[in-house]
């Protein structure tokens, strides 16, 4: 339906525009705010999420400083937050001695995606992490970090050694084959799982997007004369009211649940990244 309307010379409407970075807002068909380039507006966004976690990040490291007792809903809800971290994702995968070293890293990058996740709930604001680019480089920080700990416990030798498995075999003509075959999977699934973290994120936060821009074209296909099915042309205003109804309720419905989602993906890349960690200090080999 929307390949054919440009075909027809109707005005495509893009399911991807708003997960797609530019430079530029828009917002109402009369109403664009351009970015000179080469600013874009993941950019921007990118750097306000940075901001708003700093700042986060600073008032309560100010706060904890101070030894008062949390007062007031906000020192509460931050509070929360850090035990969070703390209880549910530092401490089960990296234990109680290195929890506390890598809080701040695991606070500011769950807090980042979680952000950065609801900027895409606001009407005409872009998600950046629907973009692969974005959820990349937020993989390619976390590489860095797992790989560093990992050197910084064991040194380079002994964390490269770690990645070889032994194997317990007479014959040499098994194990050297073995073992060669098993280490080069071993350093393959170093790249892997970083990977994984970004396509994760990227896919399910671009799937959410779609299926919200979907549910709401149903309005178009039934009220809008350019991009009219034939059974709502025929029909009058009949199935306006039901299918506008129906898609408002389940747009609504679906960004409850894309509230859940986004800070659920924000827990996931960040527990992941806590268990990687874990494990490069503390290699099974």
């Known amino acids: 339906m929307l390949f054919a309307a440009a075909e027809t010379g109707k005005k495509v409407i893009e399911?991807?525009?708003?997960?797609?970075?530019?430079?530029?807002?828009h917002t109402f068909d009369t109403l664009h705010v351009h970015f000179p380039e080469p600013i874009s507006k993941f950019l921007i966004f990118l750097t306000l999420a940075a901001a708003i976690v700093a700042a986060f990040m600073l008032w309560v490291a100010a706060k904890i400083k101070s030894g008062e007792p949390p007062r007031g809903k906000l020192w509460n809800l931050a509070e929360s937050l850090l035990f969070f971290v703390r209880d549910k994702i530092a401490r089960p995968s990296l234990g109680e001695r290195d929890a506390n070293v890598y809080m701040p890293f695991l606070t500011s990058l769950f807090l980042f995606i979680f952000i950065l996740n609801l900027f895409g709930l606001f009407p005409?604001?872009?998600?950046?992490?629907?973009?692969?680019?974005?959820?990349?480089?937020?993989?390619?920080?976390?590489?860095?970090?797992?790989?560093?700990?990992?050197?910084?416990?064991?040194?380079?030798?002994?964390?490269?050694?770690?990645?070889?498995?032994?194997?317990?075999?007479?014959s040499p003509f098994v194990k050297y084959p073995l073992m060669i075959g098993m280490a080069g999977l071993e350093y393959l699934t170093a790249f892997i799982r970083?990977?994984?973290?970004?396509?994760?994120?990227?896919?399910?936060?671009?799937?959410?997007h779609t299926v919200l821009f979907m549910i709401l074209f149903f309005i178009k296909l039934v009220a809008d004369p350019e991009y009219q099915i034939d059974v709502?042309?025929?029909?009058?205003?009949?199935?306006?009211?039901?299918?506008?109804?129906?898609?408002?309720?389940?747009?609504?419905?679906?960004?409850?649940?894309?509230?859940?989602?986004?800070?659920?993906?924000?827990?996931?890349?960040?527990?992941?990244?806590?268990?990687?960690?874990?494990?490069?200090?503390?290699?099974?080999?």
């Open 194 to 208: 970083v990977i994984i973290l970004a396509v994760r994120l990227f896919a399910n936060m671009l799937a959410g």
């Open 15 to 25: 399911p991807f525009e708003h997960v797609r970075d530019d430079y530029g807002l």
């Open 232 to 285: 709502a042309r025929d029909s009058g205003w009949g199935l306006h009211l039901p299918v506008a109804t129906f898609s408002v309720l389940m747009v609504l419905a679906l960004n409850l649940l894309e509230l859940f989602i986004a800070g659920l993906q924000a827990f996931i890349f960040t527990f992941l990244t806590a268990i990687f960690i874990g494990l490069a200090k503390h290699p099974a080999h």
């Open 124 to 170: 005409f604001l872009p998600s950046p992490t629907t973009h692969i680019y974005v959820t990349g480089a937020l993989a390619l920080v976390s590489f860095v970090v797992i790989h560093t700990a990992g050197i910084r416990e064991n040194g380079v030798g002994k964390y490269l050694k770690s990645f070889v498995p032994h194997i317990e075999a007479k």
